[in-house]
């Protein structure tokens, strides 16, 4: 059987995570596609050749238009077979928050959502982008139905996905608007590709703070998922969250589909 390999991760910096072993990581786990978010760098200012020598040979960046923010890129060993940066909405592309990348008949979509904690400004600039992302992913089903939508979502779906989801004061991330916009996308088009292989297990986050002991003690939010649309519900093999990895305050999600 033949099948694709993708890795996801929130490097939180791919200068900084390079300096921490991610190359010996990647040569470990060999995916086909790796996906990163806040990148926090330009193209140039990473050398091909440095991903190159572990075989990803195609690399597609879209950074954001300030320097050492946001960004997301997806280096390949697979050429694509169409690459597109953004959604045609200026003000979420400026950001670098969206690259399309497809592979035959899938099409990826690494995505890095914004982060409402700066700010009430920056929450509601965080709720926008979830109510213009929804329609705009809906148009693009119809042209192309096995869609896999990876990335940091900066929002905890279930209670599950948090380890103290009974907190009052409601932060960004654990919002109901948020929350009730994840249960809508997981009911209608997608399925969380984690909860599809591991189910309901618990104590299983992808991000910890810097605080004191949060990731030694497991103290995490499961913020980063791996979204398929259901036509590819046969097609998941396998999901996972890397906690070994510790090259950001964010760990790796990855799954393995038929192809």
Known sequence: MKKIKIVSYNVNGVRAALKKDLLDWLKKEKPDV?????????????APEIFGALGYKYQYWHSAEKKGYSGVATFSKIEADKVETGMKMDRYD?????????????????????????SEERHEFKVEF?????????????KRKNIVLVGDYNVVHQDIDIHNPKRKDKPSGF????????????????????????????????????????????KGWRIDYISASKALKERILASKQHTDA???DHCPVSVELSC
């Open 175 to 218: 919002r109901p608007e948020e929350r009730e916009w994840m249960n809508t996308w997981f009911k209608k088009d997608f399925i969380d590709a984690f909860r599809q292989i591991n189910g309901d297990i618990q104590d299983h986050y992808t991000w910890w703070s810097y605080r004191a002991g949060s990731r030694k003690n497991n």
């Open 246 to 248: 510790v090259h950001s």
């Open 34 to 46: 790796f996906c990163m978010q806040e990148t926090k760098a330009q193209p140039e200012q990473i």
């Open 94 to 118: 400026r950001e670098g928050r969206m690259l399309r990348t497809d592979f035959g008949d899938i099409t990826l979509l690494n995505s890095y959502f914004p982060s409402g904690s700066a």
């Open 130 to 142: 979830l109510n213009d992302l929804m329609p705009w992913v809906k148009k693009l089903l119809k």
